[in-house]
């Protein structure tokens, strides 16, 4: 075999169809849409159009709330936290707050704040400055030796007391 002998098995590939190019292709004149119509034009088709029948979306009943007052906030474990610290882009003197997580790569924005949660390990004493943190997050992050203090972050409603279980 020489390279000038290469190509693709018998098969592999196939040309694509060329519509609109007189009735002897096979797919002139009408182009493979059909006659007339809305749905023949290029660039018209109604989503959920049912003929002029109710749309099965409008029949069906509405559920639940969307409640637009609520707090977006991230969630951050505190395994993710620890392994931070291991890899040295956590500074592990400094307070742990929302800047601090951005800085390290742990989020990628800070949002409405940070919830902390209790899922992982944490050896390293750290002290947190959260918007809110689960019950075994604070009890892993006091048993380590480290401190959370929660603080509202700004646009965020003060939900009850400033209190370490927010």
Known sequence: ??????RDNDGATKNRMRVGRGIGSGKGKT????????KAR??????????GQ???HRRLPKRGFNN????DL???????????????????SAPVTVEALVA????SRPRDGVKLLGVGELTAKLTFEVTRASKSAVEAVEKAGGTVN???AAGVAHRGTASATA
Request: aromatic content about 4%.
């Open 54 to 56: 109710m749309p099965l």
């Open 68 to 71: 637009i007052h609520a707090a």
């Open 74 to 92: 991230n969630e951050v474990n505190l395994g993710r936290v620890q392994q931070a610290v291991d890899a040295g882009k956590l500074d592990a």
């Open 42 to 51: 290029t660039g018209v088709s109604i989503k959920g159009f049912e003929g």
């Open 150 to 152: 929660v603080v509202y």
């Open 31 to 38: 182009a493979g849409r059909g006659v007339k119509g809305q």
């Open 1 to 6: 075999m020489k390279l000038n002998e290469i």
């Open 104 to 107: 390290a790569g742990i989020l």
